[in-house]
């Protein structure tokens, strides 16, 4: 028994050493696999944890309150004995400009307790932190665009006064994750530069105004804004419900205190928002893109299995007539196939975890100031993705054995009788039989004789063609969203919010002092404003959009491009038009009602038209039918205006002009919104490159392991073929013409299979305030077979050796 054993552990060993290439694909082809389902899914709660932990480890307020009034120490201690509270910082905020020479650019000013702790801490990245109250640090994007340097002096101004300013250092704030985003401005051209953080008592004299002392009257210190550490919240993460929730309760206790207090939590930063948004976006990709991924490798790796056991069958004979038993025989492949998955599977958990974590959020550091990704090790996505591996890859070889032990010894001991030869379809064809020669005839034969090589071929080049397809289709898809949304359908180059909304009586007149700029073509004034929309038969559901009226209805169309698969849509006076997003996170169809809470009145609309829409929900209402739903006339809050000759540094300049108007509060440029929306866009196409090449070298090692075992399962007939005469560049191409073929029609399937991927793929790609467009450009099916066949052609000349090495003798061994 012991000898038993010991041999069947020697032909193990054996079987490795022998059929290397065969032991090395399995393995390469579950690593891959293994790697980028575990390193693609773990890249989300990598980067969740990592900014996290940034936030977390620079005391980054949970809550910040705002109030008109500001904040005496009363307002403090108040809020200090709320239950769940832990810290309360006050502090000062304000909108300023910085003046540098000739340059005037509207910042953000934040205070600085020097040398105390803080909320909102800033990371030093060069230079000193302020020691003196006429010192600042500030931001290098700022600093580069402004041509500044330490040790440069800026000026900044507010209504209450100027100072001057030593740069004194570099920091990166956890208010200002996002590189680009610094949101909107009531100064300069209603954009911000960049931030500023300055000693608490020069922030004190700039925000507030100067008040005269009085002698024996202490002034009590007032605060723009307090921050608040919530209790317990730094083990939770920022990202997840259950900090969220826990955040909410404490938020709605202070909302208790003064209903006048303006409170924001983490999720109103629009750099943690969008860091969110994007880290939910990969999760979205890394859902679905691995999944297929995985499901292509496992497939190869079946196939290679069962090959390998039908190459043994004369050896299981043996072996049964021998004595060895049923589970012994099985064990020799079930160990073969585990040792092969087990160690692939480790390299794959160990590579994944270590590799596409940081190539992907590499590719997002170009727009956020987090640290590198920590790289920790998910055991729950090591042990998925390695059980799923093994499990197929052993089961190939199980079933395959079992089947093979059916039948009994003599039977086995003697070589497969080949099929019964027949006619193929073709031949039927007489007209193009006739005009084919020897060789394309053999071809045509053998293509359709083996068919389960031909489907395995097909299904694993399709597979990888697919793949390609969706990689390069979802480039296509999210380079096409800044593309339709701030092209086609924002035709507007301004988009202005107002201070106060406008009487009826009063609108001429500001369209009037529109009307004196000479840079401006055209306005249009429209109210605009949150809301929740609900459909009527899901209580519990709603999406946050907004609503936007236009005061001239027939003009909107010059401004907004309201369409439905390029058909224009007009608004009409009794329905609505919704976005097609909102349409789909509310199952909602033309003809339907929906509910919309505007400010404390909820009405129900009906659902006229669908429009094209790639970013954030809109609700498109004329006057007249608003006047009927909510009874009330509409009182204008913004305005889009379209420029004679728009361009970047016009709308900048024009922007700033109209910022002089103490009517208007902050102005957008399409161009700029448009700018920071691709650069967003553009961290998702380097993702997206990342997934593109795991996809090629998947295809590249899917051939190979398909190539390979078409030669070794014609090994007699190649042999035989040699003897005949043919020379080595015709037996190549014996075996080449068939690859060829099985690759174009492989990759043709795999074409129109990747359209139906792309798809499922997009659609669980998008997160909820984005639709990605569903088009897949001509290029890229052209990218994706000329790599498909790129790749078939290497496998090729990599295989030319082997079929150089067959040896002739073969063909005359006896079968018996």
């Not at 696999?33 to 990598?46: D, I, L, N, W, Y």
């Not at 700029?517 to 999406?543: C, P, Q």
């Not at 007009?570 to 919704?578: A, H």
């Not at 996170?585 to 659902?607: F, M, P, R, Y």
Request: proline share 2%; net charge neutral.
């Amino acid at each position: 028994m012991v000898t038993m054993k010991n041999a069947l552990t020697k032909n193990i060993l054996r079987e490795i050493t022998k059929s290397k290439s065969r032991f090395l694909s399995i393995l390469i082809i579950v690593a891959i696999g293994v790697a980028f389902f575990a390193g693609v899914r773990a890249t989300s709660p990598e980067m969740k944890f990592t900014a996290d932990k940034y936030l977390d480890d620079n005391n980054t307020a949970d809550l910040t309150i705002q109030s008109l009034n500001g904040f005496k120490q009363s307002d403090i201690d108040k809020v200090k004995k709320i239950v769940g509270v832990s810290e309360v910082y006050g502090g000062y905020s304000f909108d300023a400009l910085a003046i540098n020479d000739d340059s005037e650019k509207a910042i953000k000013i934040h205070s600085l307790k020097i040398g105390e702790k803080s909320a909102n801490n800033p990371v030093l990245v060069d230079g000193a932190m302020p020691t003196n109250e006429g010192e600042a640090v500030t931001e290098k994007t700022y600093l580069e665009k402004e041509n500044l340097k330490i040790g440069d002096y800026i000026k900044i101004k507010t209504v209450n006064g100027t100072k001057d300013f030593k740069i004194t250092g570099i920091v990166n704030s956890p208010l200002y994750i996002n590189t680009y985003q610094r949101g909107a401005n009531s100064l300069g051209n209603g954009s911000t530069s960049g931030f500023f953080q300055i000693g608490e008592k020069s922030a004190k004299e700039l925000a507030l105004p100067k008040i005269p002392e009085i002698p024996g009257i202490k002034i009590e210190d007032i605060y723009t804004e307090l921050s608040i550490v919530v209790d317990d919240a730094k083990s939770k993460n920022t990202f997840l419900d259950e900090y969220k929730d826990l955040v909410n309760e404490v938020k709605e206790k202070i909302e208790a205190v003064d209903k006048n207090w303006y409170i924001k939590t983490r999720d109103s930063n629009e750099g943690i928002r969008g860091f969110q948004d994007d880290s939910d976006r990969i999760k979205a990709i890394g859902t679905a893109f691995p999944l297929i991924f995985f499901l292509v490798a496992t497939l190869v790796c079946l196939t290679t299995m069962t090959r390998m056991v039908e190459e043994h069958r004369i050896q299981i004979g043996t072996l049964k007539a021998l004595g060895y038993s049923k589970f012994s025989i099985v064990s020799q492949y079930f160990i073969y196939a585990f040792t092969a998955s087990v160690i692939g599977s480790i390299i794959g958990v160990i590579l994944g975890f270590k590799i596409f974590p940081f190539l992907i959020f590499n590719a997002y550091r170009i727009m956020y100031t987090i640290p590198p990704v920590a790289g920790n090790f998910h055991i729950d996505l090591a042990i998925t993705s390695a059980l799923v591996a093994i499990f197929c890859t052993t089961l190939a070889a199980v079933g395959a054995s079992i089947k093979e032990l059916i039948v009994v010894p003599a039977i086995l001991m003697r070589p497969k009788a080949p099929k019964a030869g027949k006619r193929i379809l073709l031949e039927r064809v007489k007209f193009i039989w006739k005009r084919m020669s020897f060789t394309e005839k053999v071809t045509a034969r053998n293509i359709f004789r083996y068919k389960k090589r031909f489907f395995m071929t097909i299904i694993g080049v399709a597979g990888c063609t697919a793949l390609l397809i969706t990689g390069f289709g979802l480039k296509d898809s999210i380079v096409a969203v800044t593309e339709k949304q701030f092209g086609e359908i924002y035709t507007y180059d301004l988009k202005g919010y107002l201070r106060e909304s406008i009487q009826e009586d009063k609108e001429y007149l500001f369209m009037d002092e529109l009307k004196d700029y000479n840079e401006i073509e055209d306005s249009l004034l429209s109210f605009e404003k949150n809301i929740k929309v609900k459909n009527n038969n899901e209580e519990n559901f709603s999406v946050e959009g907004y609503i936007l009226i236009p005061k001239d209805v027939d003009k909107l169309g010059e401004f907004i491009n309201l369409r439905e698969e390029n058909r224009k849509i007009d608004i009409g006076d009794n329905g609505v038009v919704i976005t097609k997003k909102l349409s789909k996170l509310l199952n909602i169809k033309e003809g339907d009602n929906i509910e919309i809470s505007l400010d404390d009145k909820t009405v129900n609309a009906k659902v006229n038209h669908i429009t094209e829409h790639y970013v954030s929900h809109y609700v498109y209402m004329s006057p007249k039918y608003y006047e009927k739903l909510f009874d009330d006339k509409v009182n204008y809050n913004a305005f889009s205006s379209k420029l004679k000759n728009g361009d970047i540094d016009q709308e900048d300049k024009l922007s700033k002009e109209m910022m002089k108007n103490p009517k208007i509060a902050t102005i957008n440029s399409t161009t700029s919104i448009s700018d920071k929306f691709k650069k967003t866009m553009d961290s998702v196409d380097s993702v997206v490159l990342v997934l593109i090449v795991s996809a090629a070298a998947l295809a590249y090692v899917v051939m190979y392991n398909l190539t390979n075992i078409n030669i070794s399962e014609r090994m007699r007939e190649l042999a035989t073929i040699k003897v005949l005469g043919f020379y080595d560049k015709e037996v190549a191409g014996y075996v080449y013409r068939e690859n060829i073929i099985l690759s174009i029609i492989g990759t043709l399937a795999g074409l129109i299979l990747g359209v139906f991927l792309h798809k499922y793929v997009i659609t669980t790609a998008e997160t909820d305030m984005v639709m990605f467009s569903r088009e897949i450009k001509t290029m890229s099916f052209v990218y994706s077979s000329i790599l498909t066949i790129v790749f078939s052609s290497l496998v090729n000349i990599v295989m030319y050796k082997r079929l150089k090495k067959i040896n002739m003798v073969e063909s005359l061994k006896s079968a018996e």
